[in-house]
């Protein structure tokens, strides 16, 4: 089991940025995925759920109307789309797939003016 998350960096509050997870090893459009983040100082806590078919998702209340979850089964990639970005968004956001006990690397996320 493999993911690979992608599309981190440094951006404005206010700005967006898409990140996305390539995941392989393991039949994806089976799996539900996760999205979960460590911000500096504290451990990491999910904050976006989808289930296998991409029909039903849920959120953090914190990110909740500013992040959306999807995924693309036929490309094995799992997506979130980040909007008006706030500083307290900072930190390492992760792909997790918890069954299979498989985490990606992660992507550093820094919303800083």
């Known amino acids: 089991v493999h993911l690979v998350e992608s599309g981190g960096g440094l951006v404005q509050p206010g700005g967006s940025l898409r990140l996305s997870c390539a995941a392989s090893?393991?039949?994806?459009?089976?799996?539900?995925m996760t999205w979960a983040r460590q911000t500096p100082g504290n451990g990491i806590r999910q904050i976006s759920w989808i289930n296998s078919e991409g029909n039903s998702e849920n959120y953090l209340d914190s990110v909740k109307g500013r992040f959306t979850i999807s995924r693309d089964n036929a490309r094995n990639t799992l997506y979130l789309q980040m909007d008006n970005l706030k500083p307290e968004d900072t930190g390492v956001y992760y792909c997790?797939?918890?069954?299979?006990?498989?985490r990606g690397q992660g992507t550093q996320v820094i919303v800083s003016s």
């Open positions: 090893g393991f039949t994806f459009s089976d799996y539900e």
């Open positions: 997790v797939q918890y069954k299979l006990s498989a």
